[in-house]
């Protein structure tokens, strides 16, 4: 395990678990070893470290793609290049770099979290919005495991736009992982489409399940 990861692991896990009500399903679905895509709606700052926690408990480290502008932090971007996690400059052609170093990571047998809409959501409603194509080329390039996922709750504590500041104690995080998806799509850009919209649909009925959980009524399916 790389310096940075077992830090960030050794102090954000338990600090994590003792300040959040957690609510976490269907870690039985993230294989235990082996390659693994694991895909999150989003819908707030605090999804990042949602996902960890909830892969974590099913006993998987976690390598992230993320914005590259959180790598020129001072206060995280040293931890994160140690903790060797994978940095894509948005709306630039080099963001197909990220890809390689994430089917890398997946060929090393490890497990990556993406969030295939790129961005957190626009949504009104904190709807998912349509999905990049990445997670799915990934996924037919290299047949790892696809699994839908999601999280709520998050926004309450740290919604897009707040910036820091104080995290409210004892809220719930909810977190469901889906069954693995089969893939059967050709590894063409029509085959890519198809399986992100596949994708998104199931992260999409798996955020609905969880607002019906936590008390509120559900949206409904993700535009695409």
């Known amino acids: 395990m790389e310096p940075g990861y077992g830090l960030m692991r050794a102090v954000l896990k338990p600090s994590l678990g003792a300040w959040f009500r ?5 870690t039985e679905n993230i294989p235990a ?26 006993g998987r480290r976690s390598r992230f793609l993320a914005k590259a502008e959180l790598f020129e932090d001072r206060r995280i971007g040293w931890i994160l290049r140690s903790a060797h996690q994978i940095p894509v400059v948005r709306g630039h052609s080099s963001a197909t770099s990220a890809l390689g170093a994430a089917r ?20 009104p409603d904190l709807a998912p919005m349509a ?5 799915a080329r990934l996924a037919l390039e290299t047949r790892a495991s696809l699994i839908p996922c999601a999280v709520w709750g998050t926004a309450a504590v740290w919604p897009k736009g707040a910036g820091t500041h104080w995290w409210p104690p004892r809220q719930d995080i ?4 889906g069954e693995p998806m089969e893939v059967h799509e ?3 850009r029509a085959g890519w489409v198809s399986l992100s919209r596949r994708l998104m ?6 955020v609905a399940a969880l607002r019906l959980v936590a008390g509120e009524r559900p949206t409904g399916s993700v535009t695409l």
């Open 174 to 177: 909810y977190v469901r992982a």
């Open 104 to 123: 890398d990571a997946l060929e090393g047998g490890e497990a990556v979290i993406i969030f295939p809409e790129g961005t957190v959501t626009t949504d």
């Open 186 to 188: 050709d590894d063409e």
């Open 33 to 58: 070893t082996g390659p693994a895509i694991i895909a999150f709606n989003h819908i707030a700052y605090l999804d990042p470290l949602a996902a960890a926690y909830a892969v974590d408990r099913a």
């Open 131 to 135: 999905p990049k194509t990445g997670a």
């Open 22 to 26: 957690w609510h976490v399903e269907g």
């Open 201 to 206: 649909n199931e992260v999409a009925a798996l």
